[in-house]
T-cell receptor, first 113, second 122 residues
Framework: GNSVTQMEGPVTLSEEAFLTINCTYT??????LFWYVQYPGEGLQLLLK?????DKGSNKGFEATYRKETTSFHLEKGSVQVSDSAVYFC????????????FGQGTTLQVKP | GAVVSQHPSWVICKSGTSVKIECRSL??????MFWYRQFPKQSLMLMAT?????????EQGVEKDKFLINHASLTLSTLTVTSAHPEDSSFYIC??????????????????FGDGTRLSIL
């Protein structure tokens, strides 16, 4: 079945450092891929998405490229801020029409001033 | 943008009581809503898919009689945790998906999440 694997956290960085959070997936067909962010005590917010191979999603300085050849959707940001501290979830939606999202286990990012 | 409201945000109750959680799509119609459960420092586990006007579809291992889902209108789904016990304490999150106005399908519509409900059973 479909699955998503993220790198384990926590990831601790200094402000203005470069961020990479790895995400790989297993799926049949042509899934859509998402990154969601969860701030403490809150629900999830969509950060970015990509719906087909080679698409690049970007938002708020974050970006991720849908790589079908490596089944990856790594999240990157060139210069993180303290306000980026949160839990980041990579998610996959299968090519069927059920709309179900399969989430990775989440990666906690801590950015220190 | 699309907004999903979840209520209450926090509830504490005694063991044996039933708790109802509401999920509303505020500015769009959502024929499908999803209910997730999240344990501390863990990922979201899909519990069920709520379909307007029909029975919910539960994931394997989720008790239908324990977690009652009603989706009576295009903007409201409710999750009722019946006879709640301490092991039901968790963070429950709903999401809703917009219908694409042109295709009437879901192909490119993301899910929009509520802020979650923290349920604590004493």
């Amino acid at each position: 079945g479909n699955s998503v694997t993220q790198m384990e956290g926590p990831v601790t960085l200094s402000e203005e450092a470069f961020l990479t959070i790895n995400c790989t997936y297993t799926a049949t067909g042509y899934p859509s891929l998402f990154w969601y962010v969860q701030y403490p005590g809150e629900g999830l917010q969509l950060l970015l998405k990509a719906t087909k191979a080679d698409d690049k999603g970007s938002n708020k300085g974050f970006e991720a490229t849908y790589r079908k050849e490596t089944t990856s959707f790594h999240l990157e940001k060139g210069s993180v801020q303290v306000s980026d501290s949160a839990v980041y979830f990579c998610a996959l939606r299968g090519s069927g029409n059920t709309g179900k999202l399969i989430f990775g286990q989440g990666t906690t990012l801590q950015v220190k001033p | 943008g699309a907004v999903v409201s979840q209520h209450p945000s926090w509830v504490i109750c005694k063991s044996g009581t039933s708790v109802k959680i509401e999920c509303r799509s505020l500015d769009f119609q959502a024929t499908t809503m999803f209910w997730y459960r999240q344990f501390p420092k863990q990922s979201l586990m899909l519990m069920a898919t709520s379909n307007e006007g029909s029975k919910a579809t539960y994931e394997q291992g989720v008790e239908k009689d324990k977690f009652l889902i009603n989706h009576a209108s295009l903007t409201l789904s409710t999750l009722t945790v019946t006879s709640a016990h301490p092991e039901d304490s968790s963070f429950y999150i709903c999401s809703a998906r917009m219908v694409d106005s042109l295709t009437r399908g879901y192909s490119n519509q993301p899910q929009h999440f509520g802020d979650g409900t923290r349920l604590s059973i004493l």
